[in-house]
Structures are given as structure tokens and as C-alpha cells.
């Protein structure tokens, strides 16, 4: 499985207004510069992450986005499906129609117990999880020293 850039930019998005919003929303042309993610595509990735209920927008002169739920409350998975819908291995997962072979195939039970292995995974990680990586590694990178 491959993920898409919307989800790896949805992703960066995220951790961004958890690191950069506190209490206010964040210009969206600001976190654009930060990721380095083209302005109209982060509109597109908001947007979808506005109405899957993880974000919210806020208009006015001090408007932009903010997040709709706490970051210890928005699981990996729920980005990844408002992004790009549920991620299967396979496409026989999602269509058994799509494949003649389903009822007989040696491979689809190995590819839905992958499948759920990274649903488990990307359901217990949340956005808290990863914002706390970013910041030890901006940490390490900060105390690191040269000779």
C-alpha cells in the first residue's frame, strides 16, 4: 500500500495547525509556506478535512483554521479515510466483483489481515502521537552538535 499526497500533505497540514494554532485559527497561505504544499491544493485537503468534522474554518480578518476536535481525539485513520477513503490492499477488499477468482484466491486472506493490521495501527496513532514525534525530533535536531 502507497499512500497518496493528499494524505502525507493532509497529515503535515494537521500537525501543522496543532503545532502552530493554540488557541487561534491559522491562515491557510501560512501553513501552505510552512509545508511547502501549493495553496489550492491545501483549499482541497481542508475542505475534505472541514467536512469529515476533523477541522474547522473560521472567517473574518482573523479568520483561517483551527482544529474541530482535540488532536488526541483525530486518529491517523481518520484523516486517511476523509483524505482518500478507506485503504485496502487489494482491490478485490473493496469489490469482490472485481475479481474472479475471490472465492478461491490463496492471497486475499493475507490481504485482509494487512489491511487490518494497518487499520489497527492507523486507529490507535492519533494526531497527538505524531505532533509529540515531530517536537522530539525538532528536540534531537536542536541538541545536536558538531566538532
Same mark, same amino acid.
Given at each position: ?5 493528499? =494524505?502525507?500533505? $493532509? ?5 501543522? *495547525?496543532?503545532? /502552530?494554532?493554540? !488557541?487561534? #485559527? =491559522? %491562515? ?13 491544493? %491545501?483549499? +482541497? ?7 469529515? $468534522? ?8 482573523? $479568520? ?5 476536535? *482535540? ?13 482518500? $477513503?478507506? #485503504? ?11 475479481? #474472479? ?10 490481504? !485482509? ?5 494497518? /487499520? +489497527? ?5 492519533? %494526531?497527538?502521537?505524531? =505532533? ?13 552538535? /558538531?566538532?
Amino acid at each position: 500500500m502507497k499512500l497518496s499526497t493528499r =494524505v502525507r500533505y $493532509g497529515l503535515r497540514a494537521m500537525i501543522d *495547525l496543532v503545532i /502552530h494554532a493554540g !488557541e487561534k #485559527p =491559522v %491562515l491557510i497561505q501560512t501553513i501552505a509556506e510552512r509545508q511547502e504544499i501549493s495553496r489550492k491544493y %491545501l483549499d +482541497n485537503l481542508l475542505m475534505a478535512l472541514k467536512s469529515a $468534522g476533523l477541522v474547522r474554518s473560521v472567517r473574518g480578518a482573523r $479568520g483561517g483554521y483551527m482544529l474541530a476536535k *482535540l488532536p488526541e481525539r483525530i486518529s491517523i485513520k481518520d484523516i486517511v479515510v476523509a483524505l482518500d $477513503g478507506r #485503504p485496502t490492499m487489494a482491490d478485490c477488499l473493496k469489490d469482490s466483483a472485481s475479481c #474472479p477468482r475471490y472465492d478461491i484466491c490463496p492471497t486475499r486472506d493475507l490481504w !485482509e489481515e494487512m489491511t487490518t493490521s494497518i /487499520h +489497527n495501527l492507523l486507529k490507535k496513532t492519533t %494526531l497527538d502521537d505524531l =505532533v509529540q514525534k515531530a517536537k522530539d525530533k525538532e528536540q534531537s535536531k536542536a541538541l545536536m552538535y /558538531h566538532i
